[in-house]
């Protein structure tokens, strides 16, 4: 199967970057919204990031136009028809998820690849919403997309092996490295490095040591090119809450219980550098 149609659901700040890592590819690309003005948010990052490219001499400007011309507005859900693979990029709640792909299911032709790029929810689960889950995979985009190599790759329960070549293929054309994990909750990525950020939050709350002090050993002492503090906050406290609460639910494993710093910042809106402000404050 070939792909050259690709639609992005969700033009936020992942759904920008994998539309943008498909442009760069080559790909025909449809970045869909509910809102207008979601989309030219997407596009306006995507624009940033080229324009950042050229001005380091990395790609031309006739390179950047040709990759912007690539990439096709859309607020329609009907769009899935022109597509021969779908990437969810929206919101993490699996209510959200589970009815975004059965209206995708509905309308996208029946070569067309259903794929999610949660972070933590079952893929078998969203697939389940469809006629199709043997074409519903997880691919699993690192922030920020651009720069980041990993692509994990998520088999559902029902996934073929063909589906899980092609997009291996994908990953790889998009110039990334996929790795294969199986369906279980946070994959590999979030059930490692969550926990992790999870125990930086208690060491802040159990007075071990300042934020900054955290931060500055797993910089310095383990040559991670972020603290986890700040990582939280790059990533977003309320998504690094709401994966914690899934590995917490998923295994019924006490090892996996939030914070109650980390539910105290989030429920003061403190969300990290989105919001401004979160372990630190942004300007
Ligand atoms: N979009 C596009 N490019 C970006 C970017 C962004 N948001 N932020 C930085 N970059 C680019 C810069 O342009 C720069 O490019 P060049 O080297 O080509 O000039 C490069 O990245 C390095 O940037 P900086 O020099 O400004 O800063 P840095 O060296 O501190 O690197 C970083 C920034 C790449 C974000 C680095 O700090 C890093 O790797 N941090 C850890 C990121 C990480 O762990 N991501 C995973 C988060 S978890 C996740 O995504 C999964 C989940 O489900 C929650």
Known sequence: MEIKNVMVVGAGQMGAGIAQVCAQAGYQVLLHDIKEAAVEKGLAVIQKNLTRQVEKERMTE????????NVIKSTTITDAENADIIIEAVVEKVEVKTAIFTELDRYA????ILASN?????????AAATKRPDRVIG???MNPVPVMKLVEIIRG???TEEVFSVIEMMTKKLKKVPVAVNDFPGFI???VLMPMINEAVYALYEGVASKEAIDEVMKLGMNHPMGPLTLADFI???TCLFIMETLHDGFGDDKYRPCPLLRKYVKAGWLGKKTGR???TYE
């Not at 006739?62 to 011309?69: S, V």
């Not at 032709?109 to 067309?112: G, N």
């Open 118 to 126: 949660t972070s933590s929810l079952p893929i078998t689960e969203i």
């Open 157 to 159: 329960l029902a996934t």
């Open 139 to 141: 691919m699993h985009f």
């Open 189 to 191: 990525s979030n059930r």
């Open 278 to 280: 979160g372990f630190y």
């Open 62 to 69: 006739d390179d950047k136009n040709m990759i912007l011309a």
């Open 109 to 112: 032709p029946a070569h067309a």
């Open 236 to 238: 977003g406290l309320d």
